[in-house]
């Protein structure tokens, strides 16, 4: 049976003020749901909370995956489960290269669901498969993560961790921002290479174009905190063509 | 990083805690500090006329100096309390077989691997003191490369000898110098002969053994015209209860066109205090580069220093802080350009953990006269805890206009993003602090021979352990 990605009446606050004021979404295994909606509606946030991050307050609901609320659960423990956040901005790590950091993480996932270390041969295999698949320069591998990376080989790098890792649900926050157009086409192409029945995908997005060639069983669209609008492909293409604006009075009325 | 985080937990157990061989030695000086100890220290080491002199001048002059008055504070440090001298009951072996079993052990727990034991035949070890074990490999003595202990040097090369020791770290340079020039035991003697290249770094291992004593190795390294060699120290001690003293004096001579590198690993458990002098003469179009990693000791004063005495010159010097709890490490560098068209870098890098307190000391000087000379300077610090310190004291002197001298200076701390970014990957959160942690001193370990780039990365992460939640 398919896993759930559950999110209940998620309500998120920082010091200064509520962000999400009730978030209700269900997110399949073999689905992919497509995430927009204006600057600043709290699209990244429900992102970071998902993945828990330190920095915002859950105030109230809860979100179940694989019958536990992993809102309690540390953010390692929920990689572990098999969850993943692909940055809006990835972070830099100075002096660690991809390789090792991809490694140690993926160790670190395959200890916890109690599997043996992967042998750095294959390992090797593995990420040069992967960097394969989309199209990367094996020499990446050895650079340091995110530092100084340009802005597409950091969605890239996201991608490729992504694909390291295999999750069951991923959020892509904005992966397609700052690609130019073929990087977004091999972006893509590993988004759907990865897409299948075991896998459910969240990405947030400002554009049509990804959700063109990533074609999402749904599309949400947040405003202000809350999911004010939800429908098929076809919303995204209502969007284009009418706004934001526009698109919020005919639901509100 | 060389190997990742979380692979090589597992082998870190037996690093953990500092392990002791029984103590086995022939002669062990009263402890305290007199004449009668620096005349007995010269008298069982059979030396001349002139180095028991030279002893006693320095004993004078270190009993007349008052402790320095700036950087970290040493009242604690008891010279009543030290023992000066052990000689082993072991005398120095000639081959591996030789070596005894204990020694062999000791190399074992270091963790050298067995392959490695064997390129060991070029290694000198010091063991209570003095060179216990001590061979050349044949490679070396082909090229004419002396690599013997410093008691040897004395006796086998005297000339040589006289015409360099203390020539380059005068007994008046510092107290510690001075204490050092008195009581002297134990060290290296190299010799790398006119345009001699030898691929392999010389190695030392050395290693404190019984409790209370102050080591006191004193290590001489004449590098002729345009030859090139690296030299590796590395340490690390097991732990003890009562205080124990380490002072060094490092004399390096670089001539005309020659290459050296010395690089040390520095682990004293954290009773101990480390205070060394390092210093090189860098002559014409020579180049000198001390890489310095300093993670143990209870407090260590050391600063490697280049005088750069000849038209083009080059000095190096990349030094490596890691201080934990109730640790400072008070390390850096000194440049001196004497002479035009030499240039230098000094890169630091420091990490501070819970209470510790690593901090960046250094000083480029140019004198009148050293025209187009260049320099670079730049200090990284990275603070782990609330309570960790780093302070930084760049003085710069200097007396000549047509200089170019650069200085950069970064305090940053582990940032809760880089950590949740890791954590979201699976990461533990001591296992992201600690992937920070070898990324920062990555640019450093990069430089060190495969086998001390590991052992340092494991060293790392042992600090690392239990550090957070
Ligand atoms: N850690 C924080 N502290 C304070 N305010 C925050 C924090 N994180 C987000 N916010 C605020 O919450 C709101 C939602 O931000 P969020 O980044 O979730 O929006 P978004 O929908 O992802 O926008 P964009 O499309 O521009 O990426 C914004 O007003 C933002 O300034
Ligand atoms: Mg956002």
């Keep these: ?253 | 990083m060389a190997t990742p985080a979380v692979e090589l937990l597992k082998e870190l157990e037996e690093y953990k805690y500092g392990w002791k061989s029984p103590e086995v030695y022939v002669y062990k000086a009263p402890k305290g500090l007199n004449e009668d100890v620096v005349r007995k220290i010269s008298e069982l080491k059979e030396e001349p006329e002139w180095m028991l002199e030279y002893r006693l001048q320095a004993l004078k002059h270190f009993l007349e100096r008052p402790m320095p008055n700036w950087g970290p504070d040493l009242s604690d440090l008891n010279f009543d309390e030290i023992v000066y001298y052990v000689k082993p009951a072991e005398r120095e072996g000639r081959s591996w077989d030789e070596v005894p079993e204990e020694i062999k052990r000791t190399f074992e727990r270091l963790g050298i691997p067995e392959a490695e034991q064997k390129f060991l035949a070029g290694v000198g070890a010091q063991f209570e003191s003095e060179m216990v074990y001590h061979r050349v490999k044949e490679e070396l003595e082909r090229l004419g490369v002396i690599f013997i202990s410093i008691e040897d040097g004395l006796k086998q090369y005297p000339e040589l000898f006289r015409e360099y020791f203390g020539k380059v770290v005068p007994y008046t340079d510092n107290k510690f110098a001075a204490l050092n020039a008195a009581v002297w035991s134990g060290g290296s003697f190299v010799y790398i002969p006119p345009g001699v290249k030898v691929e392999q770094p010389l190695q030392a291992y050395f290693r404190l053994n019984v409790a209370n004593i102050g080591q006191f190795e004193r290590t001489l390294i004449i590098v002729d015209e345009g030859a090139e060699a690296h030299y590796v120290e590395g340490c690390t001690a097991p732990l003890y209860t009562t205080d124990s003293l380490h002072t060094g004096v490092i004399e390096i001579i670089v001539k005309r066109g020659a290459r050296f590198r010395y690089t040390t690993i520095q682990n004293w458990s954290t009773n101990v205090y480390n205070l060394v002098t390092q210093r090189a003469l860098v002559y014409e179009d020579a180049h000198m580069e001390w890489v310095d990693a300093n993670i143990g000791s209870k407090v260590t004063m050391k600063y490697p220093s280049c005088y750069l005495l000849g038209r083009g010159a080059h000095g190096e010097i990349l030094s490596l802080a890691f201080a934990k709890d109730g640790q400072v490490i008070d390390n850096g560098g000194k440049v001196i350009h004497l002479a035009p068209d030499t240039t230098s870098k000094i890169v630091s890098k420091s990490v501070s953990k819970g209470t510790g307190r690593a901090s960046y000391r250094g000083l480029v000087k140019v004198h009148k006269g050293a025209k187009h000379v260049k320099s670079h300077v730049v200090c990284d610090a990275l603070l782990i805890d609330e309570t960790s310190r780093s302070d930084t004291y760049p003085y710069i002197e200097i007396e000549e206009d047509d200089v170019t001298i650069g200085h950069e200076a970064s305090v940053s701390r582990v940032s809760e993003e880089q950590v949740f970014y890791l954590r979201s990957r699976g990461l533990s959160e001591e296992e992201a602090v600690t992937m920070v942690v070898a990324g920062f001193i990555e640019p450093m370990v990069r430089e060190l021979p495969m086998e001390y780039a590991v052992e340092l990365n494991r060293l790392v992460q042992l600090e690392m352990e239990g550090s957070v939640g």
């Design chain 1, 1 to 253: 049976m398919a896993e759930t990605l559950d999110i209940r009446n998620l309500h998120v606050r920082t010091e200064e003020r509520e962000i999400l004021k009730g978030v209700n979404l269900t997110l399949r295994q073999g689905e992919v749901h497509a995430l927009m909606g204006p600057n600043g509606a709290g699209k990244s946030t429900l992102a970071y909370v998902l993945m828990g991050h330190p920095g915002y307050e859950v105030t109230e609901g809860e979100v179940i995956f694989k019958g536990q609320n992993i809102l309690e659960l540390e953010p390692e423990e929920r990689a572990h489960l098999g969850l993943f956040l692909a940055f809006q901005y990835p972070v830099a790590v100075p002096g660690v290269t991809i390789a090792n950091f991809l490694r140690a993480a993926l160790n670190a996932k395959r200890q916890a669901q109690g599997l043996e270390e992967i042998s750095i041969l294959e390992f090797r295999k593995l990420l040069m498969d992967k960097m394969r698949l989309l199209k990367m320069d094996p020499a990446f591998a050895g650079r340091y993560v995110n530092d100084g990376f340009s802005g597409g080989e950091k969605k890239k790098a996201e991608i490729l961790q992504l694909a390291v890792l295999e999750p069951e649900f991923a959020v892509l926050d904005e992966t397609d921002s700052g690609l130019d157009i073929d990087a977004l086409r091999i972006v893509a192409d590993g988004i759907n290479a990865l897409r299948g029945p075991e896998r459910g995908f969240l990405v947030i997005t400002h554009y049509k174009r990804i959700l063109d060639y990533v074609q999402p069983d749904y599309v949400h669209v947040m405003v202000d905190g809350r999911i004010v609008a939800s429908g098929g492909p076809e919303l995204a293409d209502e969007l284009e063509a009418k706004g934001y604006e526009n698109l919020l009075a005919t639901v509100r009325g």
